[in-house]
C-alpha cells in the first residue's frame, strides 16, 4: 500500500547542525558534493537501494513530483544509495529517471539514521526535518506539493 506523506507537528521538527551538512555524497558520475551545496533550498532527500521493491516501487512517483519542480532552483532532489555507482548508474538509465542521483561511501548523519529503506526525509530552507517517512509514498501529489509550495515561499 502506498501512502501519503504525514507532516510533523510544528515544534516537534528535528533540525539538521552544521555538521550535518559536511555530509559527502558523490554524484553518480563520482565527484564529490558536500550536503551544504543544498543548505538554504527545500531538500528532498530520499535512501535507496536497487534491490529494495518499495524504494523501486515508489521512484515513479518521485520521478513525477522531480518533473514539475525540476526547473525551480529553490528545491533540490537528493537520491541517495550506498551502492557502487555502476549499478546504480545502470539501473537509473535503464528506466529513463532523470533526477539527481547520488551515492554515499560515509555513513550519513545521525538525524537520517532509519533501520529501513526507503526513508525519505523533506527539509525546510532552515534546516527543519518537515517529512520523515519510512516506506513507499505518494509523493506526487496534491498534498506533497502544496507542503512543498509553502516551504519553498518561507
Known amino acids: 500500500m502506498v501512502m501519503q506523506p504525514s507532516v510533523e507537528q510544528k515544534g516537534n521538527e ?3 547542525s552544521p555538521e550535518d551538512f559536511k555530509w559527502q555524497i ?3 558520475e563520482g565527484n564529490p558534493i558536500l550536503f551544504k ?3 538554504g533550498k527545500v531538500i528532498f532527500l530520499n535512501f535507496w537501494a536497487t534491490w529494495c521493491p518499495p524504494c523501486v516501487g515508489e521512484m ?3 520521478q513525477g513530483l522531480y518533473d514539475f519542480y525540476k526547473d525551480n532552483t529553490n528545491i533540490a532532489f537528493t537520491m541517495v544509495s550506498n551502492e557502487e555507482p555502476e549499478p546504480v548508474k545502470n539501473f537509473i538509465e535503464k528506466r529513463n529517471y532523470t533526477f539527481p542521483v547520488y551515492t554515499s561511501k560515509y555513513r550519513a548523519p545521525e538525524i537520517f539514521y532509519s533501520q529501513s529503506i526507503p526513508v525519505t526525509f523533506l527539509i525546510a530552507k532552515d534546516g527543519r526535518i518537515v517529512i520523515r517517512e519510512v516506506g513507499a ?3 506526487n501529489g496534491k498534498k506533497m506539493r502544496t507542503i512543498i509550495e509553502s516551504l519553498i515561499n518561507e
Open 26 to 28: 558523490n554524484t553518480i
Open 14 to 16: 528535528q533540525k539538521m
Open 37 to 39: 551545496s543544498f543548505e
Open 60 to 62: 515513479p512517483e518521485i
Open 137 to 139: 509514498t505518494k509523493w
